[in-house]
């Protein structure tokens, strides 16, 4: 047996991070400690270095007196066992007859307002859709723009302070837009007006496999990391008839880390979407990071991939405050109780540029899974708005 499934088997599930957890593992990200760390050896058969305070604490509890064996305080396991035994968690999720997803997307905008800058959350919008697994069982499509709204509770008593205003002019890149608080009510989209009688077994976007294909993925990491993240593959799909000259073959992590993760939110076999998740752990530039919240509140584990960096010249125009350059990653943040994808977003790591007066972990925009997942009935959305 291996050391990760002993642990989860055989200790308590560990309480949710604090929030003052958090912003601890946040600042271990810029300022780690420096101090000698005990190892515990994981199940695939390498050493990881035992984690601090972005580790979870599981207390042993085998018995009345532990073995000699054992260590008699608690074992923390490291950022990477933390992905590992999420990856656990995923592969035990039940199946159905109808997938679902809820999936909300946003982008932060800086307000540059004369009482504060702050930001918002703007081209906000949830879409919400189901499939049959069986071709002719139907599926259902809807979508709803939500509210712009501050990111932060800082950003909010500074929105406050400038009025609360109702109406949100940003700069957009290249153009500016302006968002709302009001929200929106659920709209039916595709066919038959949101729904089809007659639809189910294929999903639009997932890799352009049915859902028999997708369930007859392979579990093992290693071939799943070789039939969608190898260079070769990833580059052969974009290029079919070659690579173009002077383009290097060489992936950024982060294409591969959403790749990963996209091919997990569709209705893989709950070992494969495990597999997956195992997957991402080993590729060069991909790294756990620990816990880390995602942009709807929920606290998660972390899969992240080597930051880069953008710069903003103002060739497109724009107010001269946005321009310089920042860097930013990509991170995937999963629940550690069940090994649901719970987002992908885009972090800041260095301010400048738009983001000068941002702090790391900041994040840019995001796609964030309400839910997604099997059921045996047919699933429909809900009326309240994703936010606490």
């Known amino acids: 047996m291996d050391e990760v499934r002993m642990v989860r088997d055989s200790y308590p599930e560990p309480a949710p991070p604090t929030a003052r957890e958090i912003a601890r593992a946040k600042s271990l990200l810029t300022d780690p400690p420096r101090r000698s760390r005990p190892r515990l050896l994981w199940g695939l058969g390498g050493v990881v270095a035992v984690?601090?305070?972005?580790?979870?604490?599981?207390?042993?509890?085998?018995?009345?007196?532990?073995?000699?064996?054992?260590?008699?305080?608690?074992?923390?396991?490291?950022?990477?066992?933390?992905?590992?035994?999420?990856?656990?968690?995923?592969?035990?999720?039940?199946?159905?007859?109808?997938?679902?997803?809820?999936?909300?997307?946003?982008?932060?905008?800086?307000?540059?307002?004369?009482?504060?800058?702050?930001?918002?959350?703007?081209?906000?919008?949830?879409?919400?859709?189901?499939?049959?697994?069986?071709?002719?069982?139907?599926e259902g499509h809807y979508g709803r723009d939500l509210p712009a709204r501050p990111v932060?509770?800082?950003?909010?008593a500074l929105w406050r302070k400038a009025g609360s205003p109702s109406t949100f002019r940003v700069w957009a890149g290249d153009h500016y837009d302006t968002y709302t608080t009001k929200?929106?009510?659920?709209?039916?989209?595709?066919?038959?007006?949101?729904?089809?009688?007659h639809g189910g077994g294929k999903l639009v976007g997932a890799l352009g496999m049915s859902v028999e294909e997708l369930q007859k993925l392979p579990s093992d990491p290693a071939k799943l990391a070789e039939m969608f993240l190898s260079d070769k593959t990833i580059y052969k799909k974009e290029h079919p008839m070659g690579a173009?000259?002077?383009?290097?073959?060489?992936?950024?992590?982060?294409?591969?880390?959403?790749?990963?993760?996209?091919?997990?939110?569709?209705?893989?076999?709950?070992?494969?979407?495990?597999?997956?998740?195992?997957?991402?752990t080993t590729q060069p530039g991909i790294h756990a990071i620990g816990r880390d919240t995602d942009p709807l509140g929920r606290p998660g584990v972390a899969l992240a991939a080597d930051d880069t960096a953008s710069t903003w010249t103002g060739e497109y125009g724009g107010p001269q405050a946005a321009r310089g350059t920042y860097r930013s990653r990509k991170v995937i943040v999963f629940d550690q109780r069940t090994g649901a994808m719970l987002s992908e977003q885009e972090e800041l790591t260095k301010p400048g540029g738009p983001y000068a007066k941002m702090k790391p972990g900041f994040i840019i925009d995001y796609v964030a899974y309400r839910s997604a997942g099997w059921t045996d009935t047919k699933p429909s959305p809900s009326a309240e708005l994703p936010f606490r």
């Open 244 to 280: 173009p000259a002077g383009r290097t073959r060489q992936v950024p992590p982060a294409v591969k880390l959403h790749l990963a993760g996209a091919l997990a939110q569709n209705p893989v076999q709950p070992k494969v979407r495990a597999g997956l998740m195992r997957a991402a």
């Open 152 to 156: 932060t509770a800082q950003d909010a």
């Open 183 to 197: 929200a929106q009510k659920w709209q039916m989209e595709g066919v038959n007006k949101g729904t089809d009688p």
């Open 51 to 138: 984690g601090a305070a972005t580790a979870v604490a599981l207390t042993l509890v085998g018995g009345n007196t532990p073995a000699p064996s054992q260590p008699t305080g608690p074992v923390r396991l490291d950022d990477k066992a933390l992905v590992l035994a999420a990856a656990e968690k995923a592969e035990q999720q039940p199946t159905g007859v109808y997938w679902h997803t809820d999936v909300v997307q946003g982008q932060s905008f800086i307000v540059r307002a004369r009482t504060g800058t702050y930001a918002i959350t703007g081209a906000l919008d949830e879409m919400f859709g189901w499939w049959g697994a069986k071709s002719g069982m139907g």
